[in-house]
């Protein structure tokens, strides 16, 4: 078995980003081992300038998708579809989410105060945040996070990516805060 | 009176202060109480003369700001807090948030010059799998489809029927459901292909009636409808099969 080509081809049908439990379970491999040979590959793939394709890493997940450079000519190709990025609201409710995660909905409201029901339930139906448990307290209120397509949406690929509250504030002058 | 245009574009109350803290350059964390109030104020009734309907949440901060005006008028005690200081927290945190959300914004656009495909789909082809369909799934297209399948596989023939003449009717929906209640007692299933087969020539109308009965009979909790392959035969039996 080719470890390599193998990958490729998983990646290729799936075409979602693709866990690493996933390909461990089919292969019958350690995950450690197909982490390492997927990071090799990102490099391969991402240096060889003949190629159209790159590896992209979203959390725990890889996933094939087309080069930056080669946007322009695939939108000449493809129809032009509906902008598909988010609202203002469900920008703010997001990045609450994303930075004070797990996080109830009230926190989310007492922080942008209006009522945030609609937009926690937008953003459940795109799978950009889930329900992950909830808080031990009075009413035991659901708790949110954000998921793998959340990182996927944003290009992140990990958490940890997310920019530094601190940078941001630093460049939009407005002084120094906790969070 | 041309910034009514902006009204509807503030997400909440938060946002509507930043604007017009903005908008006369004040300092947050020495903000004029008494000018901030009376213009927020004007907004809302500007957003109230155009119908518009004013959320609660909106509301609620001018009692707020209304409140804290009143609070900076009275003779300061000792080591009182300034009133400001928490209306200044939550303003800072949700700019904080604000900024978050426009910088993540960034991340959103680039990450939309790169493409993926959807998921392969695997057609099932194999026969040996049995699929059961729970009572749920199964709706009137399905059965339709299961009636098509009948007439085309199965070669049964139809009983030419003349045009523009009223029969009474020959089934009733009623009797089917009994029939088949019957046979399901009797048998423990019931499969619709043998109960097409039972009769020599069979009309439209009573296969017709036979898939009402079906359809009623699906209704019924203690029922379960289920078909081993896809264009297969559909077996119904009652619930609690031993």
Same mark, same amino acid.
């Given at each position: ?8 081809s ?21 995950a ?5 040979t ?142 | ?61 001018a ?5 804290i005006?009143?609070q ?11 009133p ?6 939550k ?15 960034k ?10 495909k959807?998921r ?11 699929e ?10 399905? +059965?339709?489809?299961?009636y #098509?399948? %009948? ?5 049964? &023939? !139809?009983? @030419?029927?003349?045009? $523009?003449?009223?029969?009474?009717e ?39 009636? +036979?898939?009402?009965?079906? #359809?009623? %009979? ?5 029922? &379960? !409808?289920? @078909?081993?392959?896809? $264009? ?11």
């Open positions: 078995m080719n470890i390599k080509s193998v990958l490729e998983l990646m290729f049908a799936w075409g979602e980003p693709l866990s690493i439990n996933e390909i461990s379970k089919i292969l019958n491999m350690p450690h081992s197909i982490t390492f997927l990071d090799e590959m990102i490099s391969e793939f991402n240096d060889d300038e003949d190629r159209g394709l790159i590896i992209q890493k979203f959390g725990d997940s890889y996933q094939l998708t087309t080069k930056k450079d080669n946007y322009e000519y695939i939108q000449n190709l493809l129809e032009t579809t509906v902008n598909k990025s988010l609202s203002t609201a469900a920008m703010e409710t997001l990045s609450i989410i994303a930075y004070k995660q797990p996080v109830t909905k009230v926190e989310i409201e007492r922080i942008r105060g209006v009522k945030c029901s609609q937009v926690v339930k937008g953003l459940i139906d795109k799978g950009l945040i889930k329900e992950v448990g909830r808080l031990d307290k009075p009413g035991r209120p659901v708790i949110f996070a954000t998921t793998d397509e959340f990182l996927r949406h944003f290009g992140l690929s990990s958490i940890g990516e997310l920019p530094n509250i601190g940078d941001i504030q630093d460049d939009k002058g407005t002084g120094e805060l906790s969070s | 009176m041309n910034y009514s245009v902006n009204i509807n574009v503030f997400q909440g109350p938060f946002e509507l202060l930043f604007h017009l803290i903005e908008k006369k350059e004040i300092d947050i964390y020495d903000i004029p109480i008494s000018e901030i109030t009376d213009q927020y104020l004007e907004y809302l009734e500007e957003m109230m003369q155009f119908n518009m309907n004013v959320a609660s949440e909106f509301i609620f901060m009692a707020t700001l209304i409140e005006k009143s900076l008028l009275l003779p300061k005690k000792e080591k009182e807090e300034d400001r200081q928490e209306l200044v927290a303003l800072l945190e949700y700019k904080m948030f604000k900024d978050v959300s426009e910088e993540l914004k991340y959103e656009d680039e990450s939309s010059f790169y493409f993926s959807p392969e789909e695997m057609a099932l082809t194999s026969d040996t799998n049995t059961q369909i729970s009572l749920n799934e199964i709706n009137v297209y399905e +059965l339709y489809n299961v #098509l399948t %009948l007439i085309k596989k199965q070669n049964f &023939k !139809i009983e @030419q029927e003349e045009k $523009f003449k009223l029969y009474r020959n089934y009733r929906v009623k009797d089917c459901m009994e029939d088949i209640a019957k046979k399901i007692r009797k048998y423990g299933k019931v499969s619709l292909f043998n109960t097409f087969k039972e009769k020599e020539s069979i009309s439209k109308e009573y296969i017709v009636t +036979l898939f009402l009965a079906i #359809l009623e %009979l699906s209704n019924n909790k203690g029922m &379960k !409808i289920y @078909q081993d392959n896809i $264009f297969g035969d559909i077996i119904i039996t009652s619930q609690e099969r031993k």
